[in-house]
């Protein structure tokens, strides 16, 4: 009986070693993952025109819905990472150190993605000002052009067409 007892308490024990090992490579993973998403969400290239910020804008709403869908992996590591804790696994320190280290890394990773969209649409707003800034200055040329000219009309008719112009100015 105490031999059977042994066998099933050590059984019980590598099951739980298991879950712990487990636990931790998940939660790597995810680390792993959530590493190489902060490189792009952290990027300080908002594009230098407006054609290259529409870019990132449309390639940042698809990382935006990678992230999104990636959710599921990290909601399940954290929710396994609880059930130990709740259970109140052997090496629950352990456990709650990798669940607060992927719970903040996660946060940080929502967090830089949002501020990059912010930034890019930011800079959408500054290039679509710029462009009609430019649009503005050369209408702006052309028309000073007009006004600028020296010489005179010779006939009547030439002379009402160019005040039919100025008058359109």
């Given at each position: 009986v105490a031999v059977t007892q042994a066998c099933s308490d050590r059984t019980l024990a590598l099951d739980e070693s298991e879950k712990l090992h487990k636990l931790l490579r998940d939660v790597d993973d995810?680390?792993?993952w959530i590493r190489d998403k902060l490189r792009v969400a952290s990027s300080s290239d908002f594009g230098r025109d407006?054609?290259?910020?529409q870019s990132l804008v449309k390639k940042h709403?698809?990382?935006g819905d990678e992230i999104e869908a990636h959710a599921v992996f990290v909601t399940k590591v954290l929710a396994d990472a609880q059930s130990l804790i709740d259970r109140n696994h052997y090496d629950k320190e352990t456990?709650?150190?990798a669940h607060e280290s992927l719970s903040k890394a996660w946060s940080e990773l929502?967090?830089?993605a949002a501020l990059r969209k912010q930034h890019l649409q930011e800079e959408i707003q500054a290039q679509e000002f710029i462009a009609r800034v430019s649009d503005e200055q050369a209408w702006i040329s052309e028309k000073r052009g007009l006004l600028q000219q020296t010489t005179m009309p010779d006939t009547l008719s030439s002379a009402e067409a160019l005040t039919r112009k100025h008058n359109v100015l």
């Open positions: 995810e680390e792993s407006l054609t290259s910020v709403a698809a990382f456990v709650v150190s929502q967090a830089q």
